[in-house]
């Protein structure tokens, strides 16, 4: 039984892919490369990207960042924003 499941198994996998491959329907359509004209569409490479909180012992938001990782030959692009009370200040009164 297992040999005749794997045996058409086979039949319909040759067949599917031959029709796929085969297959001529469909458009072509041209690129647009001009970004004033209708139908421009932009090709955006992908950023490896995170963003990272910092919190405090109690829990509250101290800072955010945003870190990307930057592409071979590439500076990469940091930005920091602190939040939270900008006079708060740790347990032994040292400002954060």
Same mark, same amino acid.
């Given at each position: 039984? !297992?040999?005749? #499941? !794997?045996? &058409?198994?086979?039949?319909?996998?040759?067949?599917?892919?031959?029709?796929?491959?085969?297959? %001529? %329907?469909?458009?072509? *359509?041209?690129?647009?490369? $001009?970004?004033? +004209?209708?139908?421009? @569409?932009?090709?955006?490479?992908?950023? &490896?990207?995170? #963003?990272? !909180?910092? @919190?405090?012992?109690? /829990? $509250? #938001?101290?800072?955010? +960042?945003?870190?990307? +990782?930057?592409?071979? /030959?590439?500076?990469?692009?940091?930005?920091?924003?602190? /939040? /939270? $009370?900008?006079?708060? *200040?740790?347990?032994?009164?040292?400002?954060?």
């Amino acid at each position: 039984m !297992a040999a005749v #499941l !794997a045996i &058409w198994g086979a039949i319909l996998l040759t067949g599917g892919l031959t029709t796929v491959l085969d297959s %001529r %329907r469909g458009e072509t *359509r041209e690129a647009v490369t $001009d970004p004033s +004209a209708a139908g421009f @569409e932009a090709f955006v490479e992908q950023t &490896w990207s995170m #963003l990272v !909180a910092t @919190e405090d012992a109690s /829990g $509250d #938001l101290v800072q955010v +960042a945003v870190v990307a +990782a930057r592409p071979l /030959g590439r500076r990469g692009v940091g930005a920091a924003a602190p /939040g /939270g $009370d900008p006079d708060a *200040r740790r347990r032994d009164g040292v400002r954060m």
